[in-house]
């Protein structure tokens, strides 16, 4: 089984001087980043659709091998509008050519309920992205379904599983999968603060005992189904995701040494002693 892990985004201000050495600039953070992980999810891409030069400068500055998961812009996945899928398409066409583009995200709002309006527009982008692998995350608990995962399956989707408070209107932590990929983004357990601010809402540090609740699952829920296991941390306030993603990187490597846990595509610099190590 191969292990992916990373972290939701990279290029945050309050990393530089505990992760990235001071002084670092947004332009040289994915290079520095590339030495500790072998993947990261693109959020910018929510924000603005990509272009493909956007994300060729990303491929540029990042080793060989080194894998991209870009999160749709919100017009395909609040809006669902396809105004913006051809040019999208022709984006992360970059990344692809290049080997470096592992999938895409399309995460849902917590305000799209289980519906077959939704379901057909999820459908719609399953056939139109099937080439891109596209990971679906929903966000409201009327799509916890028993008949979800394979739903998905047959639309060449794959469900996210997530790590997040225990709310009563939120899609419930757990483990869920529809292909030999489990794809795991963890949040938060913040319920007090969930529902302000994303700082607020993703100020959270996991304890080893959190962390090794998905290593259980993954070993006797998934070990039969899964080929490759992404965990990925958005718990980014005050760098908490990489201290979070080295934590369970090595506690994945001394409970089960036998999962093949894919190292950095760059070396790390031999000076390097950062506090999130």
Same mark, same amino acid.
């Given at each position: 089984?191969d292990v992916? /892990? +990373?972290?939701s985004g *990279?290029?945050y201000?309050?990393?530089?001087g505990?992760?990235?050495? =001071?002084g670092?600039?947004?332009n040289k !953070?994915l290079a520095?980043?590339?030495?500790f $992980? ?5 959020n $910018?891409? $929510?924000?603005?659709p ?6 060729a400068r990303?491929g540029?500055n990042?080793p060989a091998g080194?894998q991209f @998961?870009?999160?749709?812009p919100r017009?395909l996945?609040?809006?669902?509008s396809?105004?913006d @899928?051809?040019?999208?398409?022709l984006?992360?066409k970059? @990344? ?11 995460? #849902?709002p ?6 077959r309006?939704?379901q057909?527009w999820?459908?719609? @982008? +399953? +056939?139109?992205?099937a080439d891109f692998?596209?990971a679906?995350?929903f966000?409201?608990?009327? %799509? %916890?379904?028993?008949?979800?995962p394979n739903?998905m399956?047959?639309?060449h989707l794959d ?5 997040v408070?225990? #709310?009563?209107?939120?899609?419930? &932590?757990g483990w ?5 990929? =489990?794809?795991v ?12 601010g994303d700082?607020?809402? *993703?100020? *959270?540090s996991?304890?080893d005992?959190?962390l090794?609740? %998905?290593?259980?699952?993954l070993?006797?829920?998934?070990r039969e189904?899964t080929?490759e296991a992404? $965990?990925?941390f ?7 995701? /990489?201290?979070? +993603?080295?934590? !369970? ?9 036998? %999962?093949? /846990?894919l190292?950095p595509?760059?070396?790390?610099p031999?000076e390097q &002693?950062?506090?999130?190590?």
């Amino acid at each position: 089984m191969d292990v992916w /892990i +990373g972290t939701s985004g *990279y290029s945050y201000p309050d990393w530089v001087g505990d992760f990235y050495p =001071a002084g670092t600039r947004s332009n040289k !953070m994915l290079a520095y980043y590339s030495r500790f $992980f072998p993947l990261v999810e693109l959020n $910018f891409t $929510f924000y603005r659709p990509p272009t493909r030069e956007m994300l060729a400068r990303l491929g540029d500055n990042s080793p060989a091998g080194f894998q991209f @998961l870009v999160k749709l812009p919100r017009s395909l996945s609040h809006e669902q509008s396809r105004t913006d @899928l051809p040019g999208f398409r022709l984006a992360v066409k970059e @990344l692809q050519q290049r080997k470096q583009l592992m999938g895409l995200l399309c995460q #849902l709002p917590q305000s799209t309920h289980f519906e077959r309006k939704t379901q057909t527009w999820l459908e719609t @982008l +399953g +056939g139109e992205l099937a080439d891109f692998r596209l990971a679906v995350e929903f966000r409201h608990r009327s %799509w %916890w379904r028993e008949d979800l995962p394979n739903w998905m399956a047959t639309n060449h989707l794959d469900v996210v599983a997530v790590d997040v408070p225990d #709310l009563p209107k939120l899609f419930p &932590r757990g483990w869920v999968q529809s292909s030999h990929r =489990a794809y795991v983004r963890l949040h938060s357990r913040n319920a007090e603060n969930w529902y302000h601010g994303d700082k607020e809402r *993703y100020d *959270y540090s996991y304890s080893d005992a959190e962390l090794l609740e %998905w290593v259980a699952s993954l070993t006797t829920v998934a070990r039969e189904r899964t080929e490759e296991a992404l $965990f990925l941390f958005n718990n980014c306030y005050r760098g908490q995701a /990489i201290r979070n +993603g080295n934590r !369970m990187r090595d506690l994945i490597a001394e409970r089960h040494p036998q %999962w093949n /846990i894919l190292p950095p595509f760059a070396a790390r610099p031999p000076e390097q &002693r950062s506090l999130f190590e």
